[in-house]
């Protein structure tokens, strides 16, 4: 039998040559749901930054699935016993770990659903596949949910050192060309183990790890949390207010995309079960749906919405402007008298509801390093883990272990402040 033809390759510019089983696993990223990924930009707005990162969720997935068969590969080899059944299950839920989110994955997140995460539509995903394929899908799910006795199976899906991250951090950092994100991923895998059922870092890996979680901090402070994004963000998220006021006033600007108005239209809650109607209509939803209803909507009637619109086109993006909270205050109250007076030479209208769609306040949070709740362990030449933070030769460890907030308003550029 030619055993090439059990397989299937894919070329990938940040893992090289990508080999994926035929079966289950193949015939789920042949599956319209996962293929919707391609449609859905790993970093949102992030390209109106950086010109080159438009790639896909679904090359974060393809990714991660090649990361989870090298790391399974390292742990088989080193006595962790894995049946076939746990490699599956465990290749399943990695590729489907984000198959929930939404259009330009994390901005919209809270804006389409009340009560929300991506996580909890990529369980009511992988529980519909699940009634697809026949069960084929029941590891896999315990594995995703932390039910499944073989904790470190979870750990490689969900922890501070998953394979999400191994792969995001290194693939982020490619399209967008900030090297500081440049993650040693190859000795991180090689130098994983399972000790006491958890996975663990052997000693030699440790100042991989310290790379590791230093190239989260400046990933999240120049790339996922970058003024402009942030600015972006925000003007995106004011867009689709305006269309639900409008709507709410009874006014019916155009919506092109069905999926879109539902959303606009219900405002669906989770915390209640995800219907198939919900479902149904997320699915249909990709980036493109966004991009469809904005170029309409610089089209509408509403001068607020057309202006709006116009702006995120053209990309005539929010500024954001960083502030500690008593500076923020005193801020935000000249920022919304400029804005009315801004308006008014627009000929737009210049009420206090109107500016508001103008300006908005806000903080960023990130946190390199959760040591508290869910640590990296390093297994020293004693058989002993400790936590990372504590064998650790350097003292700035500590320090990215403390959550990093700043408050901030974006406001128009235009505003002489």
């Known amino acids: 039998m030619d055993k090439s033809k059990q397989y299937k390759i894919f070329s990938d510019p940040v893992h090289g040559f990508i080999t994926i089983p035929k079966g289950i696993i193949l015939r789920l990223i042949d599956h319209p749901y996962v293929q919707r990924l391609r449609r859905i930009r790993q970093l949102g707005l992030g390209y109106l930054v950086f010109p080159a990162a438009e790639h896909s ?18 742990l088989k080899e080193k006595d962790t016993t894995i049946s076939d059944a746990e490699l599956n299950g465990t290749l399943i839920a990695i590729l489907l770990h984000d198959v929930g989110h939404g259009p330009l994955s994390h901005t919209l997140e809270h804006s389409l659903i009340r009560d929300f995460n991506h996580e909890m539509m990529s369980l009511r995903i992988m529980e519909e596949l699940n ?47 900030v090297s500081e994100g440049s993650v040693g991923i190859n000795r991180i895998l090689k130098t994983m183990r399972v000790f006491n059922g958890n996975v663990v870092i052997e000693k030699k890996g440790i100042y991989a790890i310290e790379n590791y979680i230093l190239s989260r901090r400046l990933m999240y402070m120049q790339v996922y949390l970058h003024k402009t994004v942030l600015g972006a963000d925000s003007l995106l998220k004011k867009i689709i207010e305006r269309v639900r006021l409008l709507m709410k006033n009874g006014e019916e600007p155009f919506v092109p995309s069905v999926a879109v108005r539902y959303f606009l239209v219900r405002k669906p809650s989770a ?6 109607d919900t479902l149904n209509h997320y699915m249909a939803m990709d980036d493109h749906d966004i991009y469809i209803c904005i170029k309409s909507w610089a089209s509408e009637s509403d001068p607020v919405l057309s202006e709006l619109s116009e702006r995120f086109l053209n990309r005539s993006l929010f500024k954001t402007t960083f502030l ?8 935000v109250g000249k920022i919304h008298e400029k804005t009315k007076e801004y308006l008014k030479s627009r000929g737009l209208p210049d009420d206090d509801e109107t500016a508001s769609f103008f300006y908005d306040r806000d903080e960023s949070y990130s946190e390199a390093y959760k040591y508290e709740n869910e640590s990296i362990w390093i ?36 505003l002489n402040l």
Not at 62 to 68: I, K, P, Q, S, T
């Open 131 to 177: 009634r697809e394929f026949n069960g084929e899908l029941d590891t896999a799910i315990e594995i995703f949910t932390d039910q499944y006795p073989k904790k470190f199976l979870h750990q490689l899906i969900s922890s501070q050192l998953d394979i999400d991250r191994l792969d995001y951090l290194k693939r982020d950092s490619f399209f967008t060309g």
């Open 271 to 276: 915390r209640k079960k995800i219907d198939m």
């Open 379 to 414: 297994l020293d030449k004693e058989d002993k883990a400790i936590e990372f933070s504590k064998a650790a030769d350097t003292k700035h460890i500590i320090a990215l272990t403390k959550p990093v907030v700043k408050p901030y308003v974006v406001h128009l550029k235009e």
């Open 57 to 74: 969720r679904f090359s974060h997935a393809v990714g991660a699935l090649e990361l989870g068969q090298r790391v399974l590969k390292i």
């Open 324 to 331: 500690d909270k008593k500076e923020q205050d005193r801020t």
